[in-house]
């Protein structure tokens, strides 16, 4: 899907159609305007796939004979939505100029919920209000208007879900601190899909976003030729915007998304899936939540091997996990920050201490930094499983940390190959394979005796090492004699900044 521009460079057809409906935003906020934009691409999707069922039903062929193209029935069973006619894209294109453009746009949403109830309460209805300007709204459907979406080629090709997740992924960017609430970059998703391949089974995101974790779960079956009726999502998102974004990511997709539940609370407070055991756990919980509600929940069922601490989330995330996993096999991966490898606050240690004792560690991968959009914490992913079969007594550490490339001045992606390496390196040696072996600086496999030997920490880096040099050239003394010129200018660069803070807080009346 690669155009020439005009130095001759490739340009998709995703980032064209971004660079494009990105100059329309005037002065609209990135978090609002994803809205619109983003159910504009919906309308599109599901009006295109409707008009080439109508087609169909027309020209009454074959099993097709004497259907009612009107009849809404005659969508449902073919997995498409039916759209109303003033809900249909060639109506709206043909009033994009109109001064009321976005009432309509509100008035077909309402129309597509009346005839479709599993998206009841669900779509966008924010095109009428004041500060999205006409004249904006009617240049983003002539732009959407240019692409096919929900015809068969172009479900073929998957069209849609590259425009939709790299919008998603641009929004995140344009959002900056806020991006994360919604979406988890793609390089993550992929990592823990590929670590867990999920085939079979449920599915469980207990803090869903966009839903981008179970979209890759299906990518996943798709690629490697599984069946996507073996598989089934469960989630929870507290952002009522946000899970109206998950539930249309899984609804361009064909992906049942009625077990995913929205309430305020959230999973902690208010668990929508209280008696659910997930046969895989895939997610990103947000880092280090100190207002968790967890002086609430002393006394929860959840809290197996320890009661968090009331000041951070983490530890309560870890064992809500467990809660939720089938006992036998079941499978999680997550996002942590590093802090919850080595913390001891509140008890957090005694709590790593039995899990690993209990032997549901199974691997821990170190991030690179600047991976993710909303913060610049350093992470890493957990891996835990329920009733081991194999490797048991062993947990398998990776450092990924210097993987990757810079996709701009402040990001970072992996490759597939860097997927692949840390993907195989854990299957290898959980396989017991002949091809995994320990790696000075990338993977170990260490004991429970092991990890007691470091109190119990675990970051890789403790157990993988750093790998060998080789031999430069450069003297030793003159290696000796640079590293100390750098440690003295960072440690005056330090003192630089030390001072400029207690400058800054006495400005303000605080003392140090």
Known sequence: MAKKNGNG???????????????????????????????LIFLKYISDAFEEH?????????????????????????????????????????????????KLIDDAMDLIEADNATLKGILPKTFGRSNLDPQTLGGLIDTIGTIALGDEKAKSQDVLGRVYEYFLGQFALAEGQKGGQFYTPESIVKLLVEMLEPYKGRVY?????????????????????????????????????????????????????????????????????????????????????????????????????????????????????????????????????????????????????????NDLVECIVMLPKALFFNTGIPACLWFLRRGKKKRNGETLFIDASELGYMINRKNRAFESEDISKVADTYHNWLKQSEEYEDVKGFCKSATIEDIQKHKFVLT???????????????????????????????????????????????KIGIEL
């Open 9 to 39: 460079a490739n340009e998709s057809l995703e980032k064209k159609l971004w660079t494009t409906a990105d100059k329309l935003r005037k002065n609209i906020d990135a978090a609002e305007y994803k809205h619109v934009v983003l159910g």
């Open 54 to 102: 109508y087609a169909k039903l027309v020209a009454g062929e074959g099993e097709y004979a004497g259907a009612d193209p009107e009849d809404k029935d005659e969508y449902g069973a073919e997995n498409v939505f039916f759209v109303p006619e003033n809900a249909r894209w060639a109506f709206i294109q043909s009033q994009a100029k109109m001064p009321n453009i976005g």
């Open 205 to 357: 995101d207990p803090c869903c976003g966009s839903g981008g974790m179970f979209v890759q779960s299906e990518k996943f079956i798709e690629s490697h030729q599984g069946r996507l009726d073996d598989i089934s999502v469960y989630g929870q998102e507290s952002n009522q915007t946000t899970y109206r974004l998950c539930r249309m990511n899984l609804a361009i997709r064909g992906i049942d998304g009625s077990n995913i539940k929205w309430n305020t609370e959230g999973s902690f407070l208010n668990n929508a899936h209280k008696d659910l055991k997930a046969d895989y756990i895939i997610a990103n919980p947000p880092f280090n939540v100190s207002d968790w509600s967890g002086e609430l929940l002393r006394d929860d069922a959840r809290w197996q091997y320890g009661v968090p601490p009331t000041g951070n989330a983490n530890f309560g995330w870890v064992q809500h996990f467990l809660y939720h996993l089938k006992p036998d096999g079941g499978h999680a991966g997550f996002v942590l920050a590093n802090g919850s490898l080595s913390s001891n606050t509140g008890g957090e240690g005694d709590i790593r201490q039995k899990l690993v004792e």
């Open 460 to 506: 890789p880096g403790r157990y993988v090492g750093i790998p060998d040099e080789e031999d430069d050239g450069i003297p030793f003394q003159e290696k000796v004699d640079a590293l100390t010129t750098r440690l003295r200018e960072q440690m005056s660069q330090a003192q630089e900044l030390d001072q400029e803070i207690k400058t800054q807080l006495a």
